[in-house]
């Protein structure tokens, strides 16, 4: 078992600077407006620095560097853009127990999910991007005897990405990786919720890549993430997050007649047929891991298998065998490695989810195990916990249709 020094402290790995301007251009810039907000740790409650509040003339200048590396960034050969990705990866991954840490205390995750997950896959798709573009061939096709068809592929130019709370940087790294490979320049909004994180791996990256080609505005939605997606400026946005939200990206998207990439909500089922009890097997094993797969990232996860549908000839036992497995489950501080399950991303979603549960019960839902927020006591008690919760009840039921994105 390691627990990780606090990012700051004496003897931690990393420290975050106490405030962050927006990344654009290749500098640090101040928002126009000079009002910062504070950002806490979901692992305390705390804040640990504060960070720019954007607005829309703050993505006006980030599009302004971008549209001013676009051009130049484009016409970068394949195996150029390859080479400075394979160097972002190697970078990353050079630092990956920083970032890390980082990582988990913007978020609230477990570390041993940051260590294991979503840095190496972060370092991996940078490298996966480097590989293809690599690949990549155009075509040609003859037409006729006197026509001959030529398949180029070229980048779209500028393109703007909106990043949510639940996977920092790997989802960052998600859209970042293939549009720099394509050759576009990008603004990237991260979510408030979890705004330094992203901020201190460009810092360690932004030596990188040439000035303007990534550039970073924080901020709330509808103040710099609004004027984003709504901008006549971008030629594609890619977002992921909440699915009212997707709705308005589509909309403004649609009126300007671009490309939109859009990763929403879910509620997806976990179905249990009576033969995964036939048996104390592995396969039995497997089974009730799938069914804990509900708390993973805290719930914070669109896949999450957050219903279960149970055929009724085992539900009584495979129910108990489920409570037992979900009670094991490991909850404590982010920054042990032995956690399983750590703190929500934010108070708002921490409360979020605590209504929902009051609404599993108020629908006549029976609480199998937890139902509480989770109370760790000392300096965790100020902390986004919330225990691993199994409701039985009716498919209908709101809990059982609506995405909590909790561990419910």
């Not at 009840?393 to 909590?404: A, D, K, L, P």
Request: contains cysteine.
């Amino acid at each position: 078992m390691t627990v990780y020094a606090r990012p700051g402290t004496s003897g931690s790995a990393m420290s975050f600077q106490s405030r962050y301007d927006n990344f654009i251009g290749g500098d640090w810039v101040a928002p126009v407006g000079g009002e910062y907000f504070g950002n806490p740790t979901p692992v305390t409650g705390e804040a640990f620095c504060e960070v720019a509040r954007s607005t829309e003339a703050d993505i006006e200048k980030a599009l302004d560097a971008a549209h001013a590396a676009a051009p130049a960034w484009g016409k970068t050969s394949a195996a150029e853009r390859a080479v400075i990705l394979n160097k972002i990866a190697d970078r990353i991954e050079a630092n990956l127990e920083t970032i890390a840490l980082a990582e988990s205390w913007d978020n609230g995750k477990p570390i041993r999910e940051t260590l294991n997950a979503d840095i190496p896959l972060a370092v991996d798709h940078f490298r996966y991007f480097a590989a293809a573009i690599r690949a990549q061939e155009g075509s040609l096709s003859e037409v006729d005897a006197d026509t001959v068809a030529y398949h180029f592929h070229e980048p779209l130019g500028v393109v703007g990405q909106i990043i949510p709370w639940n996977f920092p940087i790997l989802m960052a790294v998600w859209k970042l990786a293939p549009a720099l490979a394509a050759g576009n320049a990008v603004v990237l909004k991260p979510a408030e919720q979890t705004p330094a994180s992203i901020m201190y791996l460009i810092s360690l990256i932004a030596d990188l890549l040439p000035a303007g080609v990534v550039n970073v505005v924080n901020g709330f939605g509808v103040e710099a993430g609004k004027p984003l997606a709504s901008s006549n400026r971008i030629a594609k946005i890619a977002f992921t997050g909440e699915t009212t939200t997707g709705r308005l990206i589509m909309q403004y998207a649609s009126q300007n007649l671009i490309p939109v990439t859009l990763e929403l909500g879910g509620k997806s089922p976990n179905i249990f047929f009576s033969d995964v009890l036939a048996a104390n097997d592995d396969f039995q094993d497997k089974a009730l891991e799938g069914f804990t797969m509900f708390a993973l990232n805290q719930g914070e996860v669109c896949t999450c298998p957050s219903r279960s549908l149970v055929q009724a000839d085992i539900y009584d036992e495979f129910l108990a065998m489920a409570a037992i497995r979900t009670k094991a489950v490991r909850q404590g501080d982010p920054l042990d490695t032995e956690t399983m399950i750590g703190a929500q991303a934010s108070n708002d979603q921490l409360e979020k989810i605590l209504s929902y549960i009051e609404i599993g019960r108020s629908e006549g839902a029976a609480v199998i195990t937890g139902g509480e927020r989770a109370e760790l006591g000392g300096d965790l008690a100020g902390g986004y916990y919330v225990q691993p919760t199994v409701f039985a009840g009716e498919n209908s039921m709101r809990i059982f249709q609506e995405e909590i994105f909790g561990p419910v």
